[in-house]
């Protein structure tokens, strides 16, 4: 195996098993673990993985998306926080938008279910959850093309519905979020959904985990200052959530 097979298999495993370990690559593929962080070093520049302490785990690109079902699996309790705390946003707001993505579907979970709620959503699972977990929530789902990785609806159909809209609150995920390029994803389709909720909502809070932050993907959405709140867990470290407040939203760790 030369080096750039070696390398594509690497990236390979890590957007199959969503991370990969060193040690075990470097076992697995008869190599020292010094050839693998240096293949991991040169994926990183190239913006196909982000390392860890002893391994690494793919960032998305246009050609590749995590799916709805990986999402589940890593990062649970820091998502579970981030939702509870999201959650707790709600207020006053009468309407509320819920975007796909697990952990937009965590805080719809963690939604007040002793008042009157009427959510909007793209995601055919977060739908389905509210609509059977609550007689007092009014539930709106998007029409539109749905997407295999998460079962979510994009295209026109979904950015027309939200155009006649005037949403109180919004829950936004995104596939990547920093200081230079604002909130991006991979898809052009669900961008224009995202971007179309932006416009729409009176307030928008930004919800999701420390590895979002510094990464950058394909279609920018939104930029940073559109936001109220980013709501995220405890290993952004401080000061680089102090540069984010800076430009303009609150930021909360959890």
């Known amino acids: 195996m030369n080096t750039e097979e070696r390398r594509h298999r690497i990236l390979s495993q890590a957007r199959r098993d969503g ?13 020292a673990p010094e050839t693998i962080r240096r293949d991991l070093r040169l ?9 860890t302490h002893g391994g690494a785990y793919p960032v998305e690109t246009a050609r590749f998306e995590t799916t709805l079902a990986m999402r589940t699996t890593r990062q649970v309790p820091e998502k579970r ?20 993505g697990f952990t937009p579907q965590l805080i719809a979970e963690a939604l007040p279910i002793d ?13 389905a959850m ?17 997407r295999g990785r998460t079962l ?21 995920g995104a596939n990547g979020i920093s200081r230079e390029h604002g909130l991006t994803t ?12 932006v416009k729409v909502a009176r307030r928008r809070v930004f919800a999701g985990v420390h590895t979002k932050f ?5 279609c920018r959405f939104a930029e940073v200052a559109d936001f109220d709140t980013i709501v995220t867990d405890t290993a952004l470290p401080t000061l680089e959530a102090h540069r984010y407040s800076l430009l303009g939203p609150q930021v909360l760790r959890v």
């Open 214 to 218: 510094g990464v950058s993907t394909f």
């Open 115 to 127: 008042r009157s709620l009427t959510v909007v959503t793209a995601s055919l699972s977060t739908a």
């Open 43 to 51: 994926l990183e520049k190239h913006g196909l993985v982000r390392r």
């Open 130 to 146: 509210l609509s059977a977990a609550s007689t007092s929530t009014t539930v709106l789902l998007l029409g539109g093309r749905v």
């Open 152 to 172: 979510a609806t994009v295209d026109h159909w979904a950015t027309r519905m939200l155009a006649g809209f005037v949403i109180d609150l919004a829950f936004v």
């Open 81 to 100: 926080r981030i939702a509870a705390a999201a959650a707790e946003l709600v207020g006053d707001a009468e309407t509320v938008f819920i975007d796909e």
């Open 186 to 197: 991979p898809d052009p389709a669900v961008a224009d959904v995202k971007s179309q909720v």
């Open 19 to 31: 991370a990969v370990d060193v040690a075990k690559l470097a076992a697995d593929l008869a190599v």
